[in-house]
């Protein structure tokens, strides 16, 4: 019996500072409805969809700072997504900010059941950006100041008929994000992302944004032999244009779906788990054709490897 299952990248447009956290919940919900409408059963939401994308600011209120957080999930105000979505019988991903009780940062998503149960937990791993503010720079990335590096790994889960896991944002740029998950057999990859138009450190490669964005997720899914769902922030978000693109990807590494907007938007499709399976037993069959006794050097310490000069984000 073939394992398929109906997805959907749930697209949001820009969240102004003006818009209370509830009202950006209740467009998650929207499209929650509107997704399990069309038949979809696992819903993918973006990277911190609760708020405005509060890293490209510099907040020094720290009552402020800390209004974007989560201390508990789901929050009394993030409590209705779930009450839909357990009633709809529909399971989602959700990225937010958390705030743990003794005060660690991270930039966070989980796994929420079809019955409104967390199943799964992920921390940004690869966190771009810079902790000092650059006044040169017309717009910041402060998410090394507002978040520390996840402590959870690239864990994978039973759960929707196969296997999941999940990343965040700038993840989904690094083959070692997918590979690990590879290993464990993963065979879906949920990703939420917020990234930028243009990014004023690499002016001179903006035109390719948007075919970087795709070509990182579509040639890892193929490399995995898993599909990805990926849902961004799209729009011009108080100033700040946002790349959009939400896409649903195969293992064969072909897009199956994609937004065209440039705000709310719910892009469904229907995913056979089971085609990952050619992709596993053959081109990539780890066991049989992986030779990590080569591959030291892919996880050395930073140090040891050759060092470029500069980085973004330095």
Partial sequence: MARK???AAAQMGPVPLSEKKEETVGRLIGML??????????VVFPEAALTPFFPHWLIDDEAELDSYYETAMPSPVVAPLFEMA?????GFYLGFAELTPDGRRFNTSILVSEQGEIIGKYRKIHLPGYATPRPHEPVQNLEKRYFEVGDLGFP???GFGGRVGMCICNDRRWPETYRVMGLQGVELVMVG???LLNVPAMAEVDHLQSFHNHLSMQSNAYFNGTWVVASARAGVEEGIPQLGQSVIIAPSGEITAQAYTNGDEVIVGSIDLDACNIFKRYM?????HRRPEHYGLI????????????????
Avoid at 299 to 314: C, I, M, R, T, Y
């Fill in 33 to 42: 409805v509107e997704a399990a409408a069309r038949g979809a059963r696992l």
């Fill in 284 to 288: 990539f069959n780890f066991r049989q």
């Fill in 86 to 90: 357990r009633e709809l019988r529909v």
């Fill in 5 to 7: 299952l109906m997805v």
């Fill in 299 to 314: 996880s050395a310490p930073v140090e040891q490897s050759w060092d470029s000069g500069p980085l973004l984000g330095d």
């Fill in 193 to 195: 992302y917020n990234s």
């Fill in 156 to 158: 994978v889960w039973d």
